[in-house]
């Protein structure tokens, strides 16, 4: 997996510590690749109500659709 270097504001940084020391991550890294997958998540599901919206397509349309996928 690729590696990056990224500065990050000092009270975040104590927050990512103390959910470590709390045994919520095991380490920083793992911390930072939770938060990433979760921004980009909310970014998608953001960009899917748009498109929705903008296509005139309804909550129901999307579930018919869904539907026919599973079958």
């Keep these: 997996m690729p ?3 990224a500065q990050i504001p000092d009270d975040i940084y104590r927050n990512i510590n103390e959910e470590i ?4 991550f095991s380490d920083a890294s ?3 690749v939770s ?3 979760k ?3 909310r970014k998608s599901r953001s960009f ?3 498109l929705m919206k903008k ?4 909550e129901a349309d999307m579930l018919k659709e869904l539907e026919k996928a599973r079958r």
Excluded at 21 to 24: A, C, H, P, Q, S
Excluded at 55 to 58: K, P, R, Y
């Design 21 to 24: 020391k709390l045994g919520v």
């Design 35 to 37: 938060a990433l997958k």
């Design 3 to 5: 590696k990056i270097v």
């Design 39 to 41: 921004a980009y998540a």
């Design 55 to 58: 296509e005139g397509i309804t």
């Design 48 to 50: 899917l109500r748009w």
């Design 30 to 32: 793992e911390a930072v």
